[in-house]
């Protein structure tokens, strides 16, 4: 009985006392893509320890499997004497316990997933998410850690965590700012600066057509344009991490840090560097949206299972509407630029027939399976796209009916002051938000455009701020199958078949190839194999299924050569340039002519 109350009070301490969880990585086979870690957790008089490793990372709303990397996992006591264990599930470890005992653990990590942006090593660098490398306990969790690296002396490492007595060592609170931390050890550049008082570094892997003082020119101007929204930053210091690689793409949001990865030979061109200054600018607004609040459900983070949130499309989609405004109000971006990103969200809109199916309530609540491919763009839609358009479409109306004095910028305002970490908003908090705001009731706004398929009125919605989705002059009408497809050699394989389209409706279906129509054989593309047909002509069809030829008929239908697109209205009024002003911060394009 008192060997049990003394393990009992043994256990309590160990629970309420903090003391540092210490974590080291060595790299010791980079060109193996291998790393071996150790842990050292602290005392504990449990029965047994479980030991954890993510499997998915923050920012990336996705079973990952990240233990399957994982081999050569031993427990061994603070007397270095091995401890039993068992793993229980696909990323849990048990450590048995037969008296108190600090715990040790070393196991080897395979690290060769750059584009998961969780862990990848090789011989020039290492990218370190705590999320595909370190364990944790959630008996631990809240205590203090420590990371040692072990690596080439040639290396530089750099990490949004305070350095712990050496170049390659960081500390954190706790498990939650480690894995929201990631470390980019490395042959790097390394830039820094400051504005307004807090200070930001630019880290570099890989050589690319970059421009580095091009990109820090505009970095500055962005890190200047948190308070268009918010009234405070979140962080005294910011690392903007990039990766001019090969085969890898994206980007990752973390606390105080982004990583970028885009191939080396696309950020040249104005388009390409644009898609790179937008993304930086996508990164940097995560700071506050998701980093500093987030949906319930997805606050706090549960490592090991999906976390369901029915508010996705806030965090993700108002996060990608926002980046625009700020890189406009900036100076990064022309107005005639942000038209280009604009027309190109609203046409994948009207031509993704999911936007039919399922509100951007669903869609968030089943991003963690959602897939892509042709079924999901006939029967879903995304927490990026739909939330960009419900974004616009309450922000304009907010302004309309504020005469340009409350935006939706004033609901993250109130988001980040009345919500802020550990807690998480809820829909109902957005819409009681939308009534101190305005003094109307937002709900059955909320139940037309997000729990149900959103109906969006491009014209009209549009029209209030002095635009226009216009089609340009001297668009041509043109025959459709309202499909998309693929040269194969001598034959065109569908990859889209649009649902209650032409093709769809003459039974046409994905990986269906292509031969003829009306017996002619089908050319490199499909608009030139369409060319000397009309809209409203009959064609037959002879395609390949099953590696059987087979042929059926069907009605082509009108598209035109080129998109509408958003534009400036010539005859906007007054007061739409007014409004124009107070939705973008700059002039209406009548008026800066």
Request: aromatic share 10%; glycine share 6%.
């Amino acid at each position: 009985m008192k060997k049990f109350l003394a393990m009992s009070i043994l256990a309590a301490c160990s629970n309420s006392v903090f003391a540092d969880v210490n974590y080291s990585l060595s790299i010791t086979q980079p060109e193996h893509h291998l790393g071996n870690v150790s842990v050292e957790f602290p005392q504990t008089a449990q029965a047994h320890l479980d030991i954890k490793l993510p499997a998915w990372r923050t920012g990336r709303y996705e079973i990952l499997n990240l233990a399957n990397g994982v081999r050569f996992f031993e427990a061994k006591d603070d007397d270095g004497k091995a401890l039993q264990w068992e793993k229980i599930d696909h990323s849990t470890w048990r450590v048995h316990l037969n008296e108190p005992t600090q715990v040790n653990v070393d196991y080897q990590v395979y690290a060769n997933e750059l584009g998961k942006r969780a862990r990848h090593i090789d011989d020039s660098h290492a990218f370190i998410d705590a999320s595909g490398f370190f364990m944790f306990s959630e008996s631990f969790r809240q205590d203090p850690v420590t990371v040692k690296l072990n690596v080439p002396k040639e290396w530089r490492s750099v990490s949004g965590m305070e350095n712990a007595g050496s170049k390659h060592s960081f500390k954190a609170a706790d498990y939650d700012i480690l894995v929201d931390s990631p470390i980019e050890s490395g042959i790097n550049e390394l830039h820094k600066f400051s504005v307004d008082g807090r200070k930001y570094e630019l880290v570099i892997w890989g050589e690319g057509n970059y421009d580095v003082d091009q990109m820090l020119t505009d970095l500055k101007k962005l890190v200047t344009t948190g308070n268009v929204i918010w009234d405070s930053y979140p962080y005294e210091r910011y690392v903007f991490m990039v990766h001019a690689t090969s085969g890898a793409g994206g980007a990752t949001e973390h606390l105080n840090s982004t990583i970028i990865q885009r191939p080396r030979d696309r950020f040249g061109s104005r388009k390409d560097y644009l898609a790179f200054i937008s993304t930086a600018a996508h990164e940097f607004i995560h700071t506050w949206n998701v980093k500093a609040y987030r949906p319930k459900g997805i606050a706090p983070y549960d490592y090991t299972n999906i976390n369901y949130a029915k508010t996705l499309w806030i965090a993700e989609g108002s996060t990608s509407y926002f980046e625009d405004h700020l890189m406009v109000r900036a100076g990064i971006e022309t107005t005639d630029e942000f038209f280009g990103t604009l027309t190109k969200t609203v046409n994948r809109h009207l031509q993704t027939p999911g936007r039919e199916v399922q509100s951007a309530t669903e869609t968030s609540f089943d991003k963690w399976i959602n897939q892509g491919g042709d079924h999901a763009r006939n029967y879903s839609t995304n927490i990026y796209l739909e939330g960009s358009l419900i974004s616009m479409a309450l922000d304009i109306d907010l302004l309309e009916k504020s005469d340009g004095k409350i935006s939706y910028r004033d609901v993250h305002r109130a988001l980040y002051n009345k919500h802020r970490l550990p807690d998480g908003f809820t829909p109902d908090d957005v819409k009681a938000i939308l009534k101190e705001l305005t003094g109307r009731d937002y709900s059955a706004w909320w139940q037309a455009n997000v729990d149900e398929p959103a109906a969006i009125d491009f014209d009209s919605l549009l029209a209030k701020v002095g635009l226009g989705l216009i089609r340009p002059e001297g668009a041509k009408s043109v025959p459709s199958i309202d499909s998309f497809a693929k040269n194969s050699g001598e034959l065109l394989t569908l990859t889209h078949v649009r649902r209650g389209g032409a093709a769809w409706q003459a039974g046409l279906t994905t990986d269906d190839k292509i031969v003829a129509f009306n017996k002619k054989h089908v050319g490199k593309d499909l608009t030139a194999s369409l060319e000397t047909f009309k809209a409203g002509d009959t064609v037959t069809v002879d395609f390949i299924r099953r590696d059987a030829l087979q042929s059926t008929t069907l009605t082509l239908s009108e598209d035109f050569d080129k998109e509408k697109k958003v534009q400036a209205l010539k005859d906007a009024t007054p007061a739409q340039m007014a409004l124009f002003k107070a939705w973008m911060g700059v002039d209406h394009p009548n008026l800066a002519k």
